[in-house]
């Protein structure tokens, strides 16, 4: 029988350094007792060898972080649980793999429980600044600020919880000190103590402050205290200054619900109407139909004539010169043009700015036959959808504005949907296509491909559509240069 | 006045009531943002999981310092306690008051940094511009690495949100209100589309702060940690389906990381417009089980919302629950040869649930015992799974099955 005793602080190194030993020489698992806190030796054993066996020690970077993390526990058992998973892991690779494993989940088991700890620890160390010292003599550096904390873990995590403190605490001196030992943190360097007996830690003007904000920012018509006992056990309340103020807030609780109930809405205050109405001023009433460009641009932002806005981000206007010759009207603003806010920024103005470029095109005014995305949210995504007859006449309302305001010499309809809110007609695109149309309005109209049916065409298909639409392109641009 | 005369007010004053104004936002979170430290400077740490440093009655957590910097505000919307026609004590922090407060209560462990929200005063880019001037003594005289959460103001300057997002690790705006319409109504000061827009430029803004420009540079940093939103529950009529289909609609369009929902709550000077109900406290939590199905178990609103009528969720079983009862020629599942898809939508199975199930499953085939050992709630799976040593039967199919979740007095009472 082999006997190992591990101390309060370094206890992992302690334990690696015996565990690697004893399974260098391949000593079984139920040949070794643990000892927590190097509890004097009551039966008697056998020395651990002096040097390492014969047998090679390995373990996963996993099987460590397990290790470190497991041991804190208090239980026993720990110590000889991470023996048993180290033995096992020296046969086959993969035992430690399999989650539904005893083994494995009595493992995970205590690390839960100490990462839990350890949080709970970070959460609920409550610091008091203690005096200055008297700077030393000749000590060229600024005075840090000092702090003090009184903490009960329930598991050995002093040395696992305070690198936390001490990256996060790094411009001031701190002691934590706990049953089983003090952390303490000076210019920047941290060293571990045996423990010592609760300070006495002075009072704290900041506390009080704390107390305030704990007891405002509780809201009393929503009790749930299931919820705050399972997440701050009452085990910790004694160290935690406003559990205090608890028992009071409870009591109150319902009686200022009840007088919130039972008051009667008061006047608003003078000062409301005044403000009130300066507010009003600014959204003054706009004339029935836009006097400009601008105006109407305006006015869109705002428009419910259809259902579309509820969902669309916001109305995505034409831009463009508004003296060009040429209109370019697509169907509707897809996922890109609705969250920036701008026509034609999508994948399928790429296609269709590319082939401007090969065509060369002259001052254009762009815009939507429909003003809001039309989408179905599926998973992460927002997928198009076609709008309908009645959403593209109430919509035609601000296409035929911007017609009006633009007086283009030629329009280029991009796809069905531009196509019909154009010229009425809802017949198919594929007889229509590099056509010349009439307007309702009286203009001519080129029917031509939406560029997003090119991007999912394929092969020698895209290539003809593609010709296609640069042609009717080109076409649009030299119309709208002719006196019609 | 009153609130006038009774200024200035001390710090412990000024805190009660703009800690109170504050404590209707839900959100508290800190975590998911860049890991940073103040081993090379300053002050805090931030990254990782957050870190909730206390809880009060309510059952809700303490992680930031959550206030407003002033409680005066030129919006009359109905349900707000700080709306200008209420007649609410008010106060009002300088910024150097906000940022005392933020450094004294992290040195003590007391929080993970600050959530600023605040009403508007003179104009929103006024109050835009101070909030972000916390923020930035915060970040750069103090040199504070913790948490800021900023509200921002929807109206705002483009500048100003940009240097909000520099500084700030969240950004989030509230749209409160599930319909335009209700927003309308309750917030005539309020545009839904404006409320849009801003949170589409702080997507594009998150974007593109992740590229890299053509010399390798990165970007600057924007909301590291994303943008969250709130709406209130059973303040208007808006039914659980309308809720959820602006949850999702949220979450796809904007990359929102979360919505809170937060149930309709009695507040002082209420306003006559709306009930004075009993918060729907359930129903807040079944549609916060609801918003999880939709971001991490592959179900769509109609799915969740489909199995009554109202379009609300069922109050006395999780909506999973009631959408496998609703759906139960889908069950039994096989466990060892169901796919991830399926596995999430049993009942009584969590995401880590079905991840240590994969893992296992490696390791030969899983039986009863080792769902146990793996931490699946088996009395509400049982009815939904089959594997070598257990076939529910009958049991998937029997007319009583919602009974049996709901029978146990104790599964009513959630709070």
Redesign the interface.
């Given at each position: 029988m082999y006997r190992v005793a591990l101390p309060q602080l370094g206890f992992f190194e302690t334990w690696r350094d015996s565990a690697r030993r004893l399974l260098s020489h391949e000593v079984a698992p139920d040949q070794i007792v643990w000892d927590r806190g190097g509890v004097a030796d009551l039966f008697a054993s056998t020395p651990l060898p002096e040097a390492e066996g014969p047998a090679k020690v390995t373990a996963t970077k996993e099987l460590i972080r397990m290790a470190k993390s497991a041991l804190c526990h208090t239980g026993p058992e720990a110590p000889a649980l991470l023996y048993r998973a180290l033995h096992r892991h020296q046969r086959d690779q993969r035992a430690l793999a399999n989650p539904a494993d005893p083994l494995t989940r009595d493992l995970a088991r205590l690390q839960k429980a100490v990462g839990r700890d350890i949080h709970k620890t970070h959460a609920f160390v409550r610091f008091r600044e203690l005096p200055d010292e008297v700077p030393d003599e000749g000590a060229g550096d600024p005075p840090r600020r000092r702090f003090g904390a009184w903490f009960e873990p329930d598991h050995l995590i002093l040395e696992a919880a305070t690198p936390f403190f001490a990256r996060r605490f790094a411009d001031m001196d701190w002691t934590i000190a706990t049953p089983q030992g003090v952390a303490r943190f000076e210019r920047g360097v941290v060293s571990f103590h045996p423990p010592a007996p609760r300070p006495d830690l002075p009072d704290d003007a900041s506390e009080a402050l704390w107390g305030t904000y704990f007891a405002n920012i509780f809201n009393p018509a929503r009790l749930h205290l299931r919820a705050m006992r399972s997440e701050m056990p009452l085990k910790y309340w004694k160290n935690l200054p406003e559990t205090r103020l608890i028992p009071g807030m409870l009591e109150d609780a319902q009686a200022r619900v009840d007088a919130m109930r039972a008051a009667m809405p008061t006047e608003p205050p003078a000062r409301a109407r005044r403000i009130l109405d300066r507010l009003g001023q600014t959204d003054a009433p706009q004339p029935d139909v836009p006097a400009d460009m601008d105006a109407a641009k305006l006015a869109a932002a705002a428009c419910r004539r259809c259902n579309l806005c509820e969902a669309a981000t916001q109305t995505v206007w034409g831009e463009g010169d508004t003296s060009a010759g040429l209109m370019i009207v697509g169907e509707q603003p897809g996922d890109t043009e609705d969250i920036a806010g701008r026509p034609f920024v999508g994948p399928a103005w790429q296609v269709l700015s590319a082939l401007m470029a090969e065509t060369g095109i002259g001052p254009v005014w762009k815009t939507n036959a429909v003003k809001h995305f039309k989408f179905q949210p599926r998973g992460k995504r927002r997928l198009h959808q076609s709008p309908d007859r009645s959403e593209i006449d109430h919509c035609r309302w601000w296409l035929d504005l911007e017609r009006r305001f633009v007086k283009p010499q030629m329009t280029l309809a991009l796809g069905a949907t531009a196509a019909y809110a154009l010229t009425g007609n809802p017949a198919p695109l594929g007889a229509r296509r590099g056509k010349v149309e009439t307007g309702r309005d009286g203009g001519p109209v080129l029917v031509t491909w939406h560029p997003s049916y090119l991007l999912r065409a394929k092969g020698p298909d895209a290539m003809r559509l593609r010709a296609q639409l640069r042609d009717d392109l080109a076409t649009s641009v030299r119309m709208a240069v002719l006196p019609q | 006045?009153f609130?006038f005369c009774s200024m200035p007010r001390t710090?412990?004053e000024k805190?009660?009531?703009l800690?109170?104004a504050?404590?209707?936002d839900a959100s508290c979170a800190s975590s998911g943002t860049t890991r940073r430290?103040?081993?090379n400077?300053?002050?805090?740490?931030a990254g990782g999981s957050g870190?909730?440093?206390?809880?009060?009655?309510?059952?809700?957590?303490?992680s930031l310092?959550?206030?407003l910097m002033t409680n005066f505000c030129?919006?009359?919307c109905a349900y707000c306690i700080n709306r200008?026609?209420?007649?609410v004590e008010r106060a009002r922090f300088s910024p150097e008051e906000v940022v005392t407060?933020t450094l004294?209560?992290y040195?003590?462990?007391?929080i993970e940094g600050l959530f600023l929200s605040s009403g508007i005063i003179r104009s929103p880019d006024d109050t835009m511009a101070d909030m972000v001037r916390i923020a930035r003594l915060l970040r750069e005289e103090h040199?504070f690495k913790g948490y800021i959460h900023l509200k921002t103001i929807p109206e705002a300057s483009q500048e100003l949100i940009d240097e909000a997002g520099r500084h700030a690790d969240r950004l989030s705006v509230n749209i409160e209100l599930p319909?335009?319409e209700s927003t309308r109504l309750f917030a005539p000061?309020k545009?839904?589309?404006t409320i849009?827009?801003a949170?589409?430029a702080v997507?594009?803004k998150r974007q593109a702060s992740r590229e890299r420009s053509h010399t390798g540079k990165p970007a600057p940093r924007f909301a590291p940690a994303g943008q969250s939103t709130q709406m209130i529950v059973g303040a208007d009529a808006a039914n659980d389906r309308d809720i959820l289909t602006t949850a999702?609609?949220l979450?796809?369009?904007?990359r929102l990381k979360r919505v809170y929902y937060s149930?309709f709550?009695?507040?002082?000077?209420?306003?006559?417009v709306l009930p004075?109900i009993?918060?729907p406290?359930a129903r807040e939590h079944r549609l916060y089980q609801a918003d999880w199905l939709l971001r991490f178990y592959?179900f769509?609103?109609e799915e969740i919302t489909s199995a009554r009528p109202s379009g609300d969720l069922d109050l006395e079983i999780d909506p999973k629950l009631a959408w496998a009862i609703a759906n139960r020629a889908q069950f039994p599942v096989d466990v060892n040869r169901a796919g991830r898809g399926m596995l999430l939508r049993v009942p009584g199975f969590g995401t880590r649930t079905v991840d240590?199930i994969l893992?296992?499953r490696?390791?030969g085939a899983?039986r009863y015992a080792?769902?146990l050992?793996?931490g699946a709630r088996m009395n509400t799976a049982k009815p939904f799974v089959t594997m070598p040593d257990w076939s529910p039967g009958a049991l998937t199919d029997t007319d009583n099955l919602r009974a049996r979740y709901t029978a146990a007095p104790e599964q009513l009472s959630l709070?």
């Open positions: - | 006045m609130y710090i412990s805190l009660a009531i800690a109170d504050a404590k209707y430290d103040a081993r400077g300053g002050i805090g740490s870190i909730c440093h206390a809880y009060t009655p309510d059952g809700r957590c303490i310092l959550k206030i030129i919006y009359d200008v026609s209420s007649g407060l004294e209560f040195r003590r462990n007391y040199g319909r335009d000061q545009k839904p589309e849009r827009a949170m589409a997507r594009l999702s609609r979450y796809t369009g904007y149930a709550s009695p507040i002082p000077d209420a306003s006559a004075l009993k918060p406290l592959g769509d609103v240590r893992s296992a490696r390791s899983l080792d769902l050992r793996i709070f």
